[in-house]
């Protein structure tokens, strides 16, 4: 009996030797002499990431080890490593999460706001990679997307600028400025229809948004959709009527159209001469001539308009001439174009409508100095 008692004294302190030895062995003196070299003064980084790694090579999935090497990436500004140690601790183990959103915040707020610094001081390229950094930080926070972005734009790049921004209208598809922003640089960047569609979701939030029922509108010219356009325009008078590009680019509009039937009317006109009689050809002449009057005559009012609203507005000058002149409005036209040559002598064009005007008048000696002038400038 003394024998067997022996042995199994023996093999109890034997195992408890081996207990001992897995609470506190080769694997957890790694983590503390990381943490000696952490509380060091100034902290040996070094040393410390020396001693994690090696935890790592033993124990691949101490999630410890992860989140005080991220931690240590994170004072060193190496965040691409932070944010991988960080990914593997979280997949392992819940316990450091709140700890390690703590060090993603402050960093990112911290590299966020130098971004804007930078921004401010017209220092697109420092703003950008500072944007950029904030997130690779965080790809979750809507900010950094849209302001790099933003950057990334006025540095010339629309794709770049393009996909940033819609991964902020992805993770923020509410918010008014991501919205509003996305929808100006898709504008800015020739993506019209995304433009548009992003647009229509701002009226939607703003409907009595002038800004933004202008683009609305210009990127229905774009489309060639001009009555969209001509609507929106209108939208814009009933909000603002003092908003005189509105009647401008309306007056445009008229004026555009009102052009495109000298073509069917042409060849209207070409097939009359070889059926005179035929009624379908006359009243479909006298239908298309009507439009065409009504469609200058707008025109006339809106560059009017335009002008009552900025008298100098030498555009609207001239385009009121056309539709004067359009209309046999010749004495009218005449008068324009004379204060518009007074605002600027050296207007080609004009030197060259008023020759017409004037010709029109019989009024030969006035519309041949006039043709002179246009052919010396």
Same mark, same amino acid.
């Given at each position: 009996?003394?024998?067997?008692?022996?042995?199994?004294?023996?093999?109890?302190?034997?195992?408890?030797?081996?207990?001992?030895?897995?609470?506190?062995?080769?694997?957890?003196?790694? !983590?503390?002499?990381?943490?000696?070299?952490?509380?060091?003064?100034?902290?040996? @980084?070094?040393?410390?990431?020396?001693?994690?790694?090696?935890?790592?090579?033993?124990?691949?999935?101490?999630?410890?080890?992860?989140?005080?090497?991220?931690?240590?990436?994170?004072? &060193?500004?190496?965040?691409?490593?932070?944010?991988?140690?960080?990914?593997?601790? &979280?997949?392992?183990?819940?316990?450091?999460?709140?700890?390690?959103?703590?060090?993603?915040?402050?960093?990112?707020?911290?590299?966020?706001?130098?971004?804007?610094?930078?921004?401010?001081?017209?220092?697109?390229?420092?703003?950008?990679?500072?944007?950029?950094?904030? !997130?690779?930080?965080?790809?979750?926070?809507?900010?950094?997307?849209?302001?790099?972005?933003?950057?990334?734009?006025?540095?010339?790049?629309?794709?770049?600028?393009?996909?940033?921004?819609?991964?902020?209208?992805?993770?923020?598809?509410? *918010?008014?400025?991501?919205?509003?922003? @996305?929808?100006?640089?898709?504008?800015?960047?020739?993506?019209?229809?995304?433009?548009?569609?992003?647009?229509?979701?701002?009226?939607?939030?703003?409907?009595?948004?002038?800004?933004?029922?202008?683009?609305?509108?210009?990127?229905?010219?774009?489309?060639?959709?001009?009555?969209?356009?001509?609507?929106?325009?209108?939208?814009? %008078?009933? %909000?603002?009527?003092?908003?005189?590009?509105?009647?401008?680019?309306?007056?445009?509009?008229?004026?555009?159209?009102?052009?495109?039937?000298?073509?069917?009317?042409?060849?209207?006109?070409?097939?009359?001469?070889?059926?005179?009689?035929?009624?379908?050809? !006359?009243?479909?002449?006298?239908?298309?001539?009507?439009?065409?009057?009504?469609?200058?005559?707008?025109?006339?009012?809106?560059?009017?308009?335009?002008?009552?609203? *900025?008298? &100098? *507005?030498?555009?609207?000058?001239?385009?009121?001439?056309?539709?004067?002149?359009?209309?046999?409005?010749?004495?009218?036209?005449?008068?324009?174009?004379? &204060?518009? %040559?007074?605002?600027?002598?050296?207007?080609?064009?004009?030197?060259?409508?008023?020759?017409?005007?004037?010709?029109?008048?019989?009024?030969?000696?006035?519309?041949?100095?006039?043709?002179?002038?246009?052919?010396?400038?």
């Amino acid at each position: 009996m003394r024998i067997y008692k022996s042995l199994l004294i023996q093999f109890f302190i034997f195992l408890v030797i081996i207990i001992s030895l897995s609470g506190c062995g080769v694997k957890s003196q790694y !983590i503390t002499s990381a943490k000696i070299y952490l509380g060091l003064t100034p902290p040996d @980084y070094k040393n410390a990431q020396e001693q994690l790694e090696l935890e790592l090579e033993h124990n691949p999935d101490n999630a410890e080890a992860y989140y005080i090497l991220g931690y240590i990436h994170s004072e &060193k500004k190496n965040y691409e490593k932070m944010v991988s140690a960080f990914t593997a601790c &979280k997949s392992l183990s819940p316990k450091w999460n709140s700890k390690i959103d703590g060090v993603i915040k402050a960093e990112w707020v911290m590299v966020f706001n130098s971004g804007v610094n930078f921004a401010t001081k017209d220092s697109l390229k420092k703003a950008l990679e500072r944007f950029e950094t904030a !997130i690779l930080i965080d790809s979750t926070r809507y900010e950094a997307w849209l302001n790099g972005g933003v950057q990334a734009v006025k540095l010339g790049d629309c794709q770049k600028g393009m996909r940033y921004l819609k991964n902020a209208y992805q993770s923020k598809p509410e *918010d008014f400025q991501v919205l509003n922003t @996305y929808a100006q640089v898709s504008f800015n960047c020739g993506e019209y229809s995304e433009a548009l569609k992003i647009y229509l979701k701002v009226k939607e939030k703003d409907p009595q948004n002038v800004n933004v029922l202008v683009n609305i509108a210009m990127i229905y010219e774009q489309k060639n959709q001009p009555d969209s356009a001509l609507f929106i325009y209108s939208q814009i %008078i009933e %909000i603002d009527p003092e908003y005189k590009d509105a009647y401008f680019n309306r007056g445009g509009l008229f004026w555009n159209h009102a052009q495109t039937l000298y073509k069917p009317l042409v060849e209207i006109r070409e097939a009359l001469e070889k059926d005179p009689k035929n009624q379908a050809l !006359i009243d479909t002449s006298k239908t298309l001539i009507e439009e065409q009057k009504d469609l200058f005559s707008k025109a006339e009012a809106d560059f009017k308009k335009t002008l009552e609203l *900025d008298p &100098k *507005d030498q555009e609207a000058m001239q385009f009121l001439s056309y539709s004067l002149m359009s209309q046999d409005k010749t004495d009218e036209a005449i008068k324009v174009l004379e &204060k518009l %040559i007074e605002l600027d002598p050296n207007n080609k064009d004009a030197w060259e409508s008023l020759a017409i005007a004037y010709t029109k008048k019989g009024m030969k000696k006035e519309a041949e100095e006039a043709a002179k002038k246009a052919e010396q400038l």
